[in-house]
Structure formats: structure tokens, C-alpha cells
């Protein structure tokens, strides 16, 4: 979803959860005003971003952009290999992040697949407030990292990194609020493209 599509979103859901919740009555011609007796409690905050991560979850893939895709799958030689949909580039359609540890990425553009860069990850994350977080051992040290398309490649920012899985939990529970893990589909999976 387009920055400007999601900043219009919230501003009407804002304005409807104001005037749900500032509704009141006149009860007499001199201006005084009475409640409304009932009131229903909205968490628009808690509505919205949940909207958002399931929005930025949706697959949609065009026939072409699923052929090109599939034949990626097909060809890929490690079976243990998983794979994500994902839409890193913000242009609405997915990415194809494939791999074990280390993803490469492939973007669908004016007809073409094209590689735009590489995630080092074993679980993927989606944050409200940080984006696309990914856990990564690296070599016995538990990363947290961040992942952002800079309009031609993928770039990558350590945000944690720990000796030991409780010093990892510790470290990423503010980054980690609120995150939904994104799901991975195993190489014989074609769920997304039915």
C-alpha cells in the first residue's frame, strides 16, 4: 500500500472513531449538552495496524508474474528451501524472496524478474514501526535485522546483536512489539499462486 493510500486510510478511520466518540445532544435551547449514555470504547491505533500488517501480507500476483515466479521455485536446488511473498519495493506487487539463510530476492517489473539483492534470515518479521525485521544466527550470534528496498537494491541494519538467545529477547522486545511473523510456504507449496 502507497504511503498516501495508508496516511488517507487513517485519516478517515480517525475521523470516524471522532465522531463516534463525541457525539452528544442538546437538551435545551440554551446550549447545555447531555452525553451520550453509551459510549463504545474504539482502539483505533490497535485497528489500524493490524490492518496494515494483514494489507501488506495480501498476495497478488498477475498470471505472467506467477509463471515467472513458479519457474524460480522449480529451479531452485536446495529442497530444504523456503520461500516468502512479500512486497519490499512498496510498488503493490510482491516480491519473491527465496533461500535458506541467505534469500534472494527477486522483483517483477514491466514484465521482467530481477534480482535486487540477498536477506540473511531464518524467521521474517513484519513491524508496524520498523518494517521488514528478520532473526538471523550468525555464527552463534542471534541478529535482528532490518530490511529496506532504497529504490534499487535491498540494504540491511543490524539492529541486535547477542551472544545468547536471552540476551536476544531482551534487546528485541522493543522492535519486536507488535510484530507478526510473516509466513513462509515450503518449495512444494503453491498455495499463493491458486
Not at 102 to 121: C, E, K, P, R
Not at 157 to 171: E, G, P, R, T, W
Request: with cysteine; net charge negative.
Amino acid at each position: 500500500m502507497k504511503v498516501k493510500e495508508l496516511m488517507g486510510m487513517l485519516l478517515l478511520m480517525l475521523l470516524i472513531a471522532l465522531s463516534v466518540g463525541c457525539g452528544k445532544e442538546k437538551n435545551d435551547g440554551y446550549g447545555e449538552t447531555d452525553e451520550l449514555t453509551s459510549e463504545i470504547p474504539i482502539d483505533i491505533v490497535s485497528e489500524i495496524a493490524g490492518a496494515v500488517s494483514e494489507q501488506k501480507q495480501t498476495v497478488l500476483l498477475d498470471d505472467d508474474q506467477k509463471k515467472k515466479y513458479k519457474v524460480l521455485l522449480d529451479g531452485c536446488p536446495d529442497q530444504e528451501a523456503v520461500y516468502y511473498l512479500y512486497d519490499i519495493t512498496g510498488d503493490g506487487s510482491p516480491e519473491l524472496i527465496v533461500g535458506k539463510d541467505a534469500m534472494s530476492v527477486y522483483s517483477f517489473n514491466q514484465g521482467d524478474v530481477m534480482t535486487i539483492g540477498t536477506l540473511m534470515l531464518q524467521e521474517m518479521y513484519l513491524s508496524e514501526q520498523y518494517g521488514l525485521l528478520a532473526f538471523y544466527n550468525n555464527d552463534g550470534a542471534y541478529e535482528l535485522r532490518q530490511y529496506q528496498y532504497d529504490g534499487e537494491m535491498v540494504t540491511e541494519k543490524v539492529f541486535v546483536s547477542a551472544s545468547n538467545s536471552a540476551d536476544y529477547d531482551s534487546q528485541t522486545a522493543d522492535y519486536m512489539k507488535n510484530a507478526k511473523k510473516v509466513e513462509s510456504y515450503a518449495l512444494t507449496d503453491r498455495t499463493p499462486f491458486e
